[in-house]
């Protein structure tokens, strides 16, 4: 994990919201991921909040949407917002 990256975590009923804070680079993305995949089992929603992103490397970039393949067919619904959505979803800006 990058020293610089921070996920917070707020459940809700059928919800997750997750607060991305610091740089985003390859690592980042793989925690990112590793954490949807825990934390997503009994949640169809998953808010992420990327307006603390202070810089968005492509290589996270990258590695976040490669890897996001994956989650979609688990029937998780991913919203991205905030001022750094489209810099990581290009669909988001």
Same mark, same amino acid.
Request: proline share 6%; aromatic share 6%.
């Given at each position: 994990m990058a020293t610089n990256f921070k996920i917070s975590v707020r459940r809700e009923s059928n919800s +997750?919201? +997750?607060k991305l804070a610091g740089h985003f680079d390859g690592s980042s993305a793989h925690e990112l991921i590793h954490l949807l995949r825990k934390l997503c089992k009994d949640? &169809?929603?998953?808010y992420i909040? &990327?307006?603390? +992103?202070r810089h968005i490397?492509?290589?996270g970039r990258s590695t976040f949407r490669n890897n996001l393949r994956l989650l979609a067919g688990q029937g998780i619904s991913?919203? +991205?917002d905030g001022e750094n959505a489209g810099r990581i979803l290009p669909e988001y800006g």
């Open positions: +997750l919201h +997750l949640r &169809t929603k998953v909040h &990327t307006g603390s +992103l490397h492509p290589f991913i919203v +991205l």
